[in-house]
């Protein structure tokens, strides 16, 4: 399975009025309970590989990005970076069917999660596929109910 995964208003909010908070490391520290949903979906299936589709994503390296998920708590077989130039002001939707077509993933094997309200014009098949979060609470129980009929279509 392959998870687009972004990080603002996901794995931490993005409540402009909130300061995020920082890990040792000095990236954004994740909430615990986006953290536990995370490694939930990580555990049902075989093989995962997060794709990071967040504006974060070309601030480090694969190699690094893997250390940051492995210091908070979440075991993953695979990162990659979504790696469509920023320069380019692309919608999220653009970038995820761009790069969907450009890898020739199928519908079935992804998983997407992410704030972004331009995924609610994703194709109706792709959509399906979509746990969209609330940016000011990020993957929370709210969304892992959500998150639960959907996994029963992947």
Request: proline share 3%.
């Amino acid at each position: 399975m392959k998870i687009f995964l972004d990080i603002d208003g996901v794995m931490v909010h993005a409540n402009p009025h909130k300061r995020v908070e920082l890990d040792a490391d000095g990236f954004y520290k994740f909430n615990t309970v986006a953290i536990e949903i995370l490694n939930y979906i990580i555990g049902l299936k075989k093989k995962v590989e997060l794709i990071l589709s967040t504006s974060h994503r070309f601030r480090f390296g694969v190699m690094e990005w893997k250390a940051i998920f492995d210091r908070r708590a979440i075991s993953v077989e695979s990162v990659s970076i979504l790696n469509t130039p920023l320069e380019k002001q692309l919608t999220r939707k653009t970038e995820i069917m761009g790069w969907m077509d450009q890898c020739q993933y199928s519908p079935e094997e992804v998983l997407i999660i992410d704030d972004d309200k331009s995924l609610n014009g994703l194709p109706e098949n792709l959509k399906e596929r979509l746990l969209l979060t609330n940016p000011y609470t990020g993957l929370n129980q709210e969304s892992y109910v959500d998150l639960n009929m959907l996994l029963k279509k992947v």
